[in-house]
């Protein structure tokens, strides 16, 4: 069930982002904001923690900004996986990272509140 949910958070933030920054982020239409919202979550759950352990010096030097650079590469190689999703240049791959990344946290927390309530 919380894959599914994050899954559709992530691809309505995708969506709604492409049309708030339509100069730096595309997304041509919902299936293909549905398979990168996949995609993600596939490299997440396998090439996000090898990056993590390879980058934790620069993360901690960074005081943990290092990791939206970790999520900028992931969701550049998303974009060379999926059509129809991309980004006009690595700063905006970064902007998006740090804004899905808030997002993410917020409604995954208030998800996790809502569960442990009932």
Do not use: C, Y
């Amino acid at each position: 069930m919380r894959f599914i949910v994050r899954l559709a958070i992530n691809m309505l933030s995708f969506l709604l982002l492409s049309m708030i920054f339509p100069t730096g982020f595309r997304v041509d239409n919902w299936v293909a904001a549905l398979l990168a919202a996949f995609v993600l979550s596939i490299l997440n759950t396998i090439i996000k923690p090898i990056l993590t352990i390879l980058t934790l010096p620069l993360t901690i030097l960074t005081f943990g900004f290092f990791a939206i650079v970790v999520n900028a590469i992931l969701l550049e190689v998303t974009a060379d996986i999926v059509g129809g999703f991309d980004f006009s240049s690595f700063g905006w791959a970064m902007l998006i990272a740090f804004i899905i990344s808030i997002i993410n946290t917020l409604l995954t927390n208030d998800l996790h509140v809502q569960v442990e309530r009932h």
